[in-house]
């Protein structure tokens, strides 16, 4: 790789930032929502379609790959991008989350967790350096340190331990990670809601220094009042001359608001769990296509969207096509909430180009207090 990985500012309101990551795969224009492809897939979509809803890169998941196929067959088979089909960007996740929801079925030390797999129960080890060495095999543009998901509630005293364990984990992962010119690592902010942590886990995390930062352990049940209590203060607690990233959020408000208090990346399962389970995600808020009430609606979900589900299929055929359980319902349904998802991140990139946010956000919620029309 002969780019290098980088971050540029173009425009900000308020708090809010209009940027570019670059990566020598392509650009990521931010605010960026990254679908996720869990498995070296993005359900129900080829990479194609992603790419088609306007996506700049993917999410890939550690934990799952490292199980299957496994992080050393990839790499033989040439490295997650290649075995995807994905040319552009993808961000991993360091596995730590997923371990450390395996309740009963892990053993954490200072040196990292051994856990038994979902899948056959067979037993496994991550540890920052692990982690690192398999997020390389895998070919990763963006490798997230090895952290412990604080769990939600937690004790001062609970969370104050988990995010200082996380932080020495940062310095190792970052020992781990070497010198890889063209690759990133991101650390993670961790403490819960408690300023206090909050602010010795980003001083720790800049003195270990990294390329991207991301906000973790929020989306854990806290509540979005409580999740934007801390993004009131914490995304200021990190560098501005780098990306940042709230992981595992979420709902278009989730999104939104974030933007509004200095997120400049996401990721979630949601617009395509939403899509597989009948849910449609649009300006009006959500649509869920099984009801009755659509089964004789000749309109789209939406009739502004551009995406295949609207321009060519009526409500009628996609509350049949759930109903009979036809894979071309989570095709579609999938296709036109990853299609929102990117529409939504446009708007807002747009908003903040053009110094008016605050009107673009009132338009988004005054329209979705007003919800869907009813069906002719």
Not at 77 to 92: C, D, R, V
Not at 97 to 112: A, D, I, N, P
Not at 161 to 168: F, I, L, V, Y
Request: aromatic share 8%.
């Amino acid at each position: 790789m002969t780019k290098m990985f980088g971050y540029k500012v173009a425009a900000t309101d308020g708090k809010a930032r209009r940027g570019v990551v670059s990566t020598p795969r392509g650009d990521i224009q931010t605010p960026a929502f990254m679908p996720v492809g869990t498995a070296a897939t993005v359900k129900a979509m080829l990479p194609s379609s992603v790419k088609a809803t306007g996506a700049d890169i993917l999410l890939g998941n550690t934990y799952h790959l490292m199980l299957r196929p496994g992080a050393e067959r990839m790499a033989r088979l040439g490295g997650l991008h290649k075995f995807m089909n994905w040319a552009g960007p993808i961000l991993t996740d360091s596995g730590g989350f997923q371990v450390m929801s395996l309740t009963g079925l892990r053993k954490l030390t200072e040196k990292g967790v051994t856990f038994k797999s979902h899948v056959d129960g067979s037993e496994h080890y991550l540890s920052p350096e692990t982690s690192m060495e398999i997020q390389a095999l895998l070919g990763s543009d963006i490798v997230m340190a090895f952290d412990e998901c604080t769990p939600f509630p937690a004790t001062r005293e609970v969370s104050l331990d988990s995010m200082q364990r996380s932080m020495r984990w940062a310095q190792r992962s970052k020992d781990a990670f070497g010198e890889r010119p063209g690759y990133a690592l991101f650390g993670i902010q961790q403490g819960s809601i408690f300023p206090e942590q909050r602010e010795e886990s980003a001083e720790a995390l800049k003195s270990v220094g990294f390329d991207g930062y991301a906000i973790g352990g929020l989306a854990v049940g806290e509540g979005q009042e409580a999740m934007f209590d801390v993004l009131d203060y914490a995304p200021g607690m990190l560098p501005d001359d780098k990306p940042r990233y709230l992981m595992g959020v979420g709902k278009p408000d989730d999104i939104v608001g974030a933007v509004q208090r200095g997120v400049d990346m996401f990721d979630c399962v949601l617009p395509s769990r939403s899509g597989r389970n009948g849910q449609a995600l649009t300006r009006m808020g959500a649509i869920n296509i099984k009801n009755a009430r659509h089964k004789d609606d000749p309109r789209p979900l939406d009739p502004e969207c551009t995406c295949p589900a609207c321009t060519g299929y009526s409500r009628a055929y996609l509350h049949h096509v759930f109903k009979a359980n036809e894979i071309i319902s989570s095709m579609l349904m999938t296709w036109h909430n990853l299609h929102y998802y990117q529409e939504l991140m446009t708007g807002l990139r747009g908003a903040i180009e053009a110094g008016a946010l605050d009107d673009y956000v009132a338009g988004f919620h005054e329209l979705r207090a007003k919800g869907d029309l009813e069906p002719v």
